[in-house]
T-cell receptor
Framework: DADVTQTPRNRITKTGKRIMLECSQTKGHDRMYWYRQDPGLGLRLIYYSFDVKDINKGEISDGYSVSRQAQAKFSLSLESAIPNQTALYFC??????????FGPGTRLTVL | QKEVEQNSGPLSVPEGAIASLNCTYSDRGSQSFFWYRQYSGKSPELIMSIYSNGDKEDGRFTAQLNKASQYVSLLIRDSQPSDSATYLCAWGGFKTIFGAGTRLFVKA
């Protein structure tokens, strides 16, 4: 089935560690996104990419970086994790009409 | 002013009733509007998209858009306990802006 997958699903790490979250999709969409979700704050956009050569910062990109390795793969890195990056992270793809399809999420805890 | 405003709820309705969820947005140039449903611990799932003024119906769901008033709503008819979730309003330009969501509880 066409799908958006994320690995890992859960991760506990320590302050200062480098973390990579991976996203793969089989929907054939060019557009991919990384969001974080915190209670009461909704979904906030970290980075987005409209094709392999296009990377754009979202509203909360500080402390994060991304890599678009292929049309189907979009990775999010935390170079030096800090506790306030503890959150639920979602990868998504979208159609040209901006209808978004989300992966299952990664629950990240930074101690 | 937040770009997308939703009442956080919780909104509680009895089974079989109509649930009405509302959303206002700040960008008059917005062209695409969406409603997503998110069950606790799960990812958001698209349930409705609407692009022009008026109503759009899909099964028990009706989305209503009023661009002049910068207002979009979602009606859920014959609400079921399985509809209990958080509903996220969103508008999309070259990127999508989400509201914080309204929690809906449908009491059996």
């Amino acid at each position: 089935d066409a799908d958006v997958t994320q690995t890992p699903r859960n991760r506990i790490t320590k302050t200062g560690k480098r973390i990579m979250l991976e996203c793969s999709q089989t929907k054939g969409h060019d557009r991919m996104y990384w969001y974080r979700q915190d209670p009461g704050l909704g979904l906030r956009l970290i980075y987005y990419s409209f094709d392999v050569k296009d990377i754009n910062k979202g509203e909360i990109s500080d402390g994060y970086s991304v890599s678009r390795q292929a049309q189907a793969k979009f990775s999010l890195s935390l170079e030096s994790a800090i506790p306030n990056q503890t959150a639920l992270y979602f990868c998504a793809t979208s159609t040209l009409g901006n209808e978004q399809f989300f992966g299952p999420g990664t629950r990240l805890t930074v101690l | 002013q937040k770009e997308v405003e939703q009442n956080s709820g919780p909104l509680s309705v009895p089974e079989g009733a109509i649930a009405s969820l509302n959303c206002t947005y700040s960008d008059r140039g917005s062209q695409s509007f969406f409603w997503y449903r998110q069950y606790s611990g799960k990812s958001p799932e698209l349930i409705m998209s609407i692009y022009s003024n008026g109503d759009k119906e899909d099964g028990r769901f009706t989305a209503q858009l009023n661009k002049a008033s910068q207002y979009v709503s979602l009606l859920i008819r014959d609400s079921q306990p399985s509809d209990s979730a958080t509903y996220l309003c969103a508008w999309g330009g070259f990127k999508t802006i989400f509201g914080a969501g309204t929690r809906l509880f449908v009491k059996a």
